[in-house]
C-alpha cells in the first residue's frame, strides 16, 4: 500500500521556468491537499480540494494553481516560479475535510530549489 | 499573536524521562486537535488525534482544555526513536482553509 506519493523528489528551477508536482493517494480519500515548509515556520496551507470537481484556497495560494485530476489524483502547478517559492512541498489526503475531525496522510515531499 | 504556539525547544532529555509539550491555540471555534511527528527531512506523520476526555496510547497521553485554550503531549519512558519535532494541529469544524499547524517542538532523547 504506497499511501501518498509525490513525484520529483527534488527539482531545482530558474526564475521564471514554469513546473508541475505531481500527487497521487490510493486509500481512496475524498480530500486532499498541498502545503509548503519554510524553515522555522509551521506547514501552510497552499490549496485544498474537499472532493473531487472542486478546489479552494488556503492561506498561501498565489503564484500557485492546481487541478483535482481525478479522486486520485491533485497537482500543483508554478507558472513562473519565483526564489520565494523555495521550499519543501507536501501533499496529504484524508477521508474528508480535516476540519471534520478527518486525519491526514502525508506524502514523502518534494524539496523545490528556484535559483 | 500566532494562532498556534509552540515552545520551539530542543528539548534534550535522557532515555527513560518523561517529557510535557504544550500547544496554544487562538480562535476559540477549534474543534480538532492532533499531535503528529517529523523526523527530520521526512513528511509528517500522524502520532494521535486528541479528544476532549484526554486519550492515551501507549507511552503518550495527549490533553485538550478548551478553557485555557491548548492541548498537551505526554511522553513517559522516551526512546532514542522517539527524537523528532512534534507539530501540533488545531482545525476549526468543516474548514480546512483554516487548518494550522504549529511550528514544532523539537525533543532529542540523549543515551
Known amino acids: 500500500n504506497a499511501g501518498v506519493t509525490q513525484t520529483p523528489k527534488f527539482q531545482v528551477l530558474k526564475t521564471g521556468q514554469s513546473m508541475t508536482l505531481q500527487c497521487a493517494q490510493d486509500m481512496n480519500h475524498n480530500s486532499m491537499y498541498w502545503y509548503r515548509q519554510d524553515p522555522g515556520m509551521g506547514l501552510r496551507l497552499i490549496y485544498y480540494s474537499a472532493s473531487e470537481g472542486t478546489t479552494d484556497k488556503g492561506e498561501v495560494p498565489n503564484g500557485y494553481n492546481v487541478s483535482r485530476l481525478n479522486k486520485r489524483e491533485f497537482s500543483l502547478r508554478l507558472e513562473s516560479a519565483a526564489p520565494s517559492q523555495t521550499s519543501v512541498y507536501f501533499c496529504?489526503?484524508?477521508?474528508?475535510?480535516?476540519?471534520?475531525?478527518?486525519?491526514?496522510?502525508f506524502g514523502p515531499g518534494t524539496r523545490l530549489t528556484v535559483t | 499573536r500566532k494562532e498556534v504556539e509552540q515552545d520551539p525547544g530542543p528539548f534534550n532529555v535522557p532515555e527513560g524521562a518523561t517529557v510535557a509539550f504544550n500547544c496554544t491555540y487562538s480562535?476559540?471555534?477549534?474543534?480538532?486537535f492532533f499531535w503528529y511527528r517529523q523526523d527530520c527531512r521526512k513528511e509528517p506523520k500522524l502520532l494521535m488525534s486528541?479528544?476532549?476526555s484526554g486519550n492515551e496510547d501507549g507511552r503518550f497521553t495527549a490533553q485538550l482544555n478548551r478553557a485555557s485554550q491548548y492541548i498537551s503531549l505526554l511522553i513517559r519512558d522516551s526512546k532514542l526513536s522517539d527524537s523528532a519535532t512534534y507539530l501540533c494541529?488545531?482545525?476549526?469544524?468543516?474548514?480546512?482553509?483554516?487548518?494550522?499547524f504549529g511550528s514544532g517542538t523539537q525533543l532529542t532523547v540523549l543515551p
Open positions: 496529504a489526503s484524508s477521508e474528508a475535510l480535516v476540519g471534520a475531525g478527518y486525519e491526514q496522510y
Open positions: 480562535n476559540s471555534a477549534s474543534q480538532s
Open positions: 494541529v488545531v482545525a476549526p469544524s468543516g474548514s480546512a482553509r483554516q487548518l494550522t
Open positions: 486528541v479528544y476532549s
